[in-house]
């Protein structure tokens, strides 16, 4: 009986129904000596504990909509969130990262190292701050700087990239032109540190890199898997055929910035330990660096004003700088592709003596460069803004370092720098073309002659385009009365002082050498 009495118990265990909660085993006290089993049921079928079905599903729909709602809400919370931190108008990168870099990277060079990592880390997973929309419909701010339509005039300078870790990414955030470098020869570790210092109250800095650079090529490597890269993307392959392609412009864009309304400049130097007394080996620096970097480039920028390299602004007196130049410009010619880079060369804003401009206006007319870069870092201590202003004890302590500074005080007298340039170089222009120069007696026409356009970036000003001499006879008949309003009266001796007069003005290096020879296609 125990053995039947147990194996029914537990056949009824299994074939209880659903709603049966508990199952419980009770051992009464023992009658007999065998004892006996009982088997005792507590079910749970009370109304008033099982909840109706209604009142699931009612439960069930709200836990639901709840769990919409808030996933809907975080959704669109991160969405809109990218979109905000990814914008550079943000000003979250104004108020929070910058004073958290600052905080967490007291060291200046510290912390733009650590500011181009992560920049890199971004762009490579599409989280970098970019500029979104266009709000220059009009194309008001658009400028044309060697026969490409910029954008914006806005640039960075050279020593945001130095080794071309996150071109794209400044192109992204909206520049126009980003310069890449210094890039010296070989690699060289530039100055000991620490070498770079914050001046808060003034939005500056202080700097003596000295030009620290991993060499030519390793940017030059850098350079040529970003190009293939856009090749392989663009679908012309990976090879050296398809980065020539992109290379020749097929890709119809420009080969350096790859991107339409934009350029790349790599900036080229000199190593610190080439003697600037040695002009050869100089020139041998500068041209190594344009034969590895120039096809990579729009613009190749010669640097000659650094002021941490000793010996380097001496380069900018105008025989040296004549020589460097004009072999920078045939290696730029040279490059393996359709449409050379543009060259311009770096000058220093302390170096404005009217003798220096001119003398750097002479080498760049002579040597075929095609624009100015106006100018690097100062020497100078300007007075702190606003007027009368009482820096700390420890920004004065630092102002005190030796190195190049850099602030909002420059841009006055950049501007001023600019300017002079700027009207040199189109008096250059407009009387004088560097043909006619080299040989004056066999000089052509001014519609013969080939005047180059200068472009002088410092602030963004574009040459103006060289007026040719009317061609209508409306426009000769206007010349000739407005002309005639200004001569000078017939006399004896206005006749004599015009015989003595050259056909056109000579400069004034050549004014020792004989006079030229008369022309009838002499220039006016």
Avoid at 34 to 50: A, E, H, K, M, V
Avoid at 74 to 99: K, M, N
Avoid at 404 to 427: C, E, H
Avoid at 470 to 482: A, G, L, N, S
Wanted: glycine share 8%; proline share 7%; hydrophobic share 30%.
């Amino acid at each position: 009986m125990p053995i039947a009495s147990r194996t029914w118990q537990c056949l009824t265990r299994q074939a209880l129904p659903p709603h049966v909660r508990q199952l419980q085993w009770h051992h009464p006290k023992p009658r007999h000596s065998f004892g006996s089993y009982q088997l005792r049921f507590q079910s749970t079928t009370s109304t008033s504990t099982i909840p109706s079905t209604a009142s699931r599903d009612v439960r069930s729909l709200f836990t639901r909509l709840k769990n919409l709602f808030l996933g809907t809400t975080i959704g669109f919370s991160l969405i809109l969130g990218y979109y905000y931190v990814t914008d550079t108008r943000a000003s979250i990168h104004e108020w929070l990262v910058i004073p958290c870099l600052r905080h967490f990277y007291p060291d200046a060079e510290d912390a733009h190292d650590f500011g181009n990592r992560a920049l890199k880390a971004l762009y490579s997973f599409g989280f970098h701050p970019r500029e979104r929309g266009y709000n220059d419909a009009k194309g008001d701010l658009a400028v044309e700087v060697f026969g490409h339509t910029l954008q914006n005039p806005i640039g960075t300078s050279g020593g945001i990239d130095k080794h071309c870790d996150i071109p794209d990414a400044l192109l992204a955030a909206g520049a126009a032109i980003v310069e890449i470098g210094g890039v010296t020869a070989e690699p060289q570790h530039g100055n000991e540190k620490p070498r770079v210092w914050r001046i808060p109250s003034q939005n500056a800095l202080v700097n003596r890199y000295g030009l620290n650079s991993e060499g030519a090529d390793h940017v030059a490597m850098r350079l040529r898997q970003r190009v293939r890269e856009f090749a392989y993307h663009m679908g012309f392959g990976i090879d050296e055929e398809a980065e020539q392609r992109v290379l020749d412009g097929e890709a119809g864009v420009p080969p350096g910035s790859l991107q339409e309304g934009k350029l790349v400049a790599v900036q080229v130097a000199k190593n610190k330990w080439t003697s600037e007394s040695d002009i050869e080996a100089t020139k041998r620096d500068y041209v190594y660096c344009v034969d590895s970097l120039a096809k990579y480039a729009d613009i190749v920028v010669v640097n000659v004003s650094s002021p941490n390299t000793p010996g380097l602004r001496g380069l900018q007196k105008t025989e040296p700088l004549t020589d460097i130049l004009t072999a920078v410009v045939g290696a730029a010619r040279k490059v393996k592709r359709k449409t050379p880079p543009a060259v311009m060369v770096k000058i220093s804003p302390d170096e404005d003596g009217e003798d220096d401009v001119r003398g750097i206006c002479d080498a760049v007319w002579d040597s075929g460069v095609d624009g100015l870069i106006v100018g690097n870092t100062t020497k100078r201590r300007p007075d702190p803004v606003p007027s009368g202003y009482i820096l700390s004890q420890q920004e004065q302590r630092l102002l005190l370092e030796q190195g190049g500074y850099s602030g909002p005080q420059t841009f006055g007298r950049t501007v001023a720098l600019v300017k002079r340039y700027r009207k040199i170089l189109d008096d250059r222009s407009y009387s004088v073309p560097r043909d006619m120069e080299s040989s004056p007696s066999s000089a052509p026409s001014v519609k013969e002659a080939e005047t180059p356009t200068f472009s002088t970036i410092g602030t963004a000003v574009q040459a103006p385009e060289v007026t040719q001499p009317p061609t209508t006879d409306k426009e000769i008949e206007e010349t000739v009365k407005r002309d005639a309003q200004h001569l000078k009266p017939d006399t004896p001796e206005a006749d004599a002082e015009s015989k003595n007069q050259s056909l056109f003005r000579i400069p004034e290096r050549h004014k020792s050498s004989s006079s030229p020879s008369t022309s009838d296609e002499s220039p006016s």
